[in-house]
C-alpha cells in the first residue's frame, strides 16, 4: 500500500474513532473523549489527514499569534448605498521587470518560468450583466484566532458563518460588486460533516455554479494556512495589520487530467505581481503543488489562503480589501508590454 494511502485511513481511522468516543461522552469514556477532543489531539489528526501541519517552517517567516485591535465587527460590511462607481475598465500594463515582485516555490517538479508567464495576455472582461467571480471555500470551517469570542467547532474551526471563511468570501464578494463586478458567493460548509471529502463537496458546488454561468471567468477558493512553530504555537503571516496571503497552483503531476494549470499559474502570477505594488510583502511565495486542487475545472481558478490561523479575522477582511483592489485592477484583462528598442 502507498504511504499517501496508508495515511488517509489511518487519519479517517482517527475521525472514527474520536466520534465513537464522543457518542459515549456521557459514559466512563468521557475523559477519553475529553482527550481526543483537546487542540493538540485534533491537530495531529488533521495533519494525518491532509498534511498541512507541523510542516518545518524558518523563524523569519513569521510570527507568533498576537491580539491587534478590532477595527470591524462582523456585522460591519460595506453598507449597498456606499458603493463606488467601477474604475475605467482599462487593460492593466505589468512590465518585464514585474517579475522580480514574484517568487515561486515549487514542490511539484515542475519549474515555474515568471518572466514567461508574466507575459502571458489576460483575455477577459469581469465587468458584465452575469455574474463573473465565483467565491466558495472548500475548507469554509477554517477560522482565525479567536479574538471575538466566536463558540469553536474544534481547534481554529467554527460553524459560525461569521466568523468562519465564509465571514471573508462575503466580505470580499460585498466589496467586489461595490466595484461592479457581479459575484455568486457559496456558502455551503464542504468541509463539514466531512472534513475528509471538502474537495469532492466543493468540486459538486463549483461545477453546477459554472454550468448555470458559462459567464463566470474566476474561481476563488479560499483558506486559511495553519502552521505551529515547535513549541505548539500557531503562527501568524501579516505585514502591519493585514494578513498575508499565498496563491496554491495545481498541476497535473499527480497524473489527473489538469489542462489549465498553467493557465492558472499565469493568473496566479498577475495577481501576486499586482498585489506586492499594492502593499508590499503582502504575499508568501505561490505554492506551486502537485494536487489539482479542482482547478481543471477553470482556466481562471485560484486557492488562496488568507493568513493562517494565529492571524486574526480583522487581519484576513483587510487582506479582502487588497485582494478586491487587484481583482478590479484586473478586471478588464492584462498585458505585459516589452520596451521599445
Same mark, same amino acid.
Not at 463573473?132 to 471575538?148: K, M, Q, R
Not at 474566476?218 to 502591519?240: I, P, T
Not at 485560484?302 to 480589501?321: D, H
Given at each position: 500500500?502507498?504511504?499517501? *494511502?496508508? @495515511?488517509?485511513?489511518?487519519?479517517?481511522?482517527?475521525?472514527?474513532?474520536?466520534?465513537?468516543?464522543?457518542? %459515549?461522552?456521557?459514559?466512563?469514556?468521557?475523559?477519553?473523549?475529553?482527550?481526543?477532543?483537546?487542540?493538540?489531539?485534533?491537530?495531529?489528526?488533521?495533519?494525518?489527514?491532509?498534511?498541512?501541519?507541523?510542516?518545518?517552517?524558518?523563524?523569519?517567516?513569521?510570527?507568533?499569534?498576537? &491580539?491587534?485591535?478590532?477595527?470591524?465587527?462582523?456585522?460591519?460590511?460595506?453598507?449597498?448605498?456606499?458603493?463606488?462607481?467601477?474604475?475605467?475598465?482599462?487593460?492593466?500594463?505589468?512590465?518585464?521587470?514585474? /517579475?522580480?515582485?514574484?517568487?515561486?516555490?515549487?514542490?511539484?517538479?515542475?519549474?515555474?518560468?515568471?518572466?514567461?508567464?508574466?507575459? *502571458?495576455?489576460?483575455?477577459?472582461?469581469?465587468?458584465?450583466?452575469?455574474?463573473?467571480?465565483?467565491?466558495?471555500?472548500?475548507?469554509? @470551517?477554517?477560522?482565525?484566532?479567536? &479574538?471575538?469570542?466566536? *463558540?469553536?467547532?474544534?481547534?481554529?474551526? @467554527?460553524?459560525? &458563518?461569521?466568523?468562519?471563511?465564509?465571514?471573508?468570501?462575503?466580505?470580499?464578494?460585498?466589496?467586489?460588486?461595490?466595484?461592479?463586478?457581479?459575484?455568486?458567493?457559496? @456558502?455551503?460548509?464542504?468541509?463539514?460533516?466531512?472534513?475528509?471529502?471538502?474537495?469532492?463537496? !466543493?468540486?459538486?458546488?463549483?461545477? /453546477?455554479?459554472?454550468? *448555470?454561468?458559462? =459567464?463566470?471567468?474566476?474561481?476563488?477558493?479560499?483558506?486559511?494556512? =495553519?502552521?505551529?512553530?515547535?513549541?505548539?504555537?500557531?503562527?501568524?503571516?501579516?505585514?502591519?495589520?493585514?494578513?498575508?496571503?499565498?496563491?496554491?497552483?495545481?498541476?497535473?503531476?499527480?497524473?489527473?487530467?489538469?489542462?489549465?494549470?498553467?493557465?492558472?499559474?499565469?493568473?496566479?502570477?498577475?495577481?501576486?505581481?499586482?498585489?506586492?505594488?499594492?502593499?508590499?510583502?503582502?504575499?508568501?511565495?505561490? !505554492?506551486?503543488? &502537485?494536487?489539482?486542487?479542482?482547478?481543471?475545472?477553470? !482556466?481562471?481558478?485560484?486557492?488562496?489562503?488568507?493568513? %493562517?490561523?494565529?492571524?486574526?479575522?480583522?487581519?484576513?477582511?483587510? /487582506?479582502?480589501?487588497?485582494?478586491?483592489?487587484?481583482?478590479?485592477?484586473?478586471?478588464?484583462?492584462?498585458?505585459?508590454?516589452?520596451?521599445?528598442?
Amino acid at each position: 500500500m502507498k504511504p499517501e *494511502k496508508q @495515511t488517509r485511513r489511518l487519519g479517517l481511522a482517527v475521525v472514527i474513532f474520536a466520534l465513537i468516543l464522543r457518542l %459515549a461522552a456521557d459514559g466512563p469514556l468521557a475523559e477519553a473523549v475529553a482527550a481526543v477532543s483537546s487542540p493538540e489531539w485534533i491537530s495531529f489528526a488533521l495533519f494525518l489527514e491532509t498534511g498541512r501541519l507541523y510542516r518545518p517552517v524558518l523563524p523569519e517567516e513569521a510570527t507568533v499569534a498576537e &491580539t491587534v485591535e478590532q477595527t470591524l465587527p462582523p456585522e460591519q460590511f460595506l453598507p449597498p448605498e456606499q458603493t463606488m462607481p467601477p474604475e475605467e475598465n482599462a487593460v492593466a500594463v505589468f512590465s518585464p521587470e514585474d /517579475a522580480s515582485l514574484v517568487q515561486v516555490n515549487s514542490v511539484c517538479g515542475y519549474i515555474a518560468d515568471v518572466p514567461a508567464l508574466l507575459e *502571458k495576455p489576460l483575455d477577459w472582461d469581469l465587468t458584465s450583466t452575469e455574474p463573473t467571480v465565483l467565491i466558495l471555500s472548500a475548507h469554509a @470551517t477554517e477560522s482565525y484566532e479567536n &479574538t471575538e469570542g466566536y *463558540k469553536a467547532s474544534a481547534a481554529y474551526r @467554527t460553524l459560525d &458563518t461569521a466568523y468562519n471563511m465564509i465571514s471573508v468570501g462575503q466580505y470580499l464578494a460585498q466589496l467586489l460588486e461595490a466595484r461592479g463586478i457581479r459575484v455568486i458567493h457559496d @456558502t455551503t460548509l464542504h468541509d463539514y460533516p466531512s472534513y475528509t471529502d471538502a474537495y469532492n463537496q !466543493s468540486r459538486a458546488t463549483a461545477k /453546477a455554479w459554472l454550468e *448555470k454561468y458559462p =459567464s463566470i471567468r474566476l474561481v476563488l477558493d479560499l483558506h486559511r494556512d =495553519s502552521v505551529e512553530n515547535k513549541a505548539g504555537q500557531q503562527l501568524r503571516y501579516a505585514v502591519g495589520d493585514t494578513a498575508q496571503v499565498m496563491f496554491v497552483v495545481g498541476t497535473n503531476a499527480s497524473g489527473l487530467n489538469h489542462p489549465n494549470w498553467y493557465e492558472n499559474l499565469a493568473l496566479a502570477v498577475k495577481f501576486h505581481a499586482r498585489l506586492e505594488k499594492q502593499l508590499p510583502g503582502i504575499c508568501r511565495p505561490i !505554492s506551486f503543488r &502537485t494536487q489539482r486542487f479542482n482547478q481543471d475545472l477553470s !482556466s481562471g481558478a485560484l486557492l488562496i489562503e488568507v493568513g %493562517a490561523a494565529g492571524n486574526t479575522r480583522q487581519e484576513a477582511l483587510r /487582506a479582502a480589501e487588497e485582494l478586491a483592489d487587484a481583482i478590479q485592477a484586473l478586471s478588464g484583462g492584462a498585458v505585459t508590454e516589452r520596451p521599445t528598442s
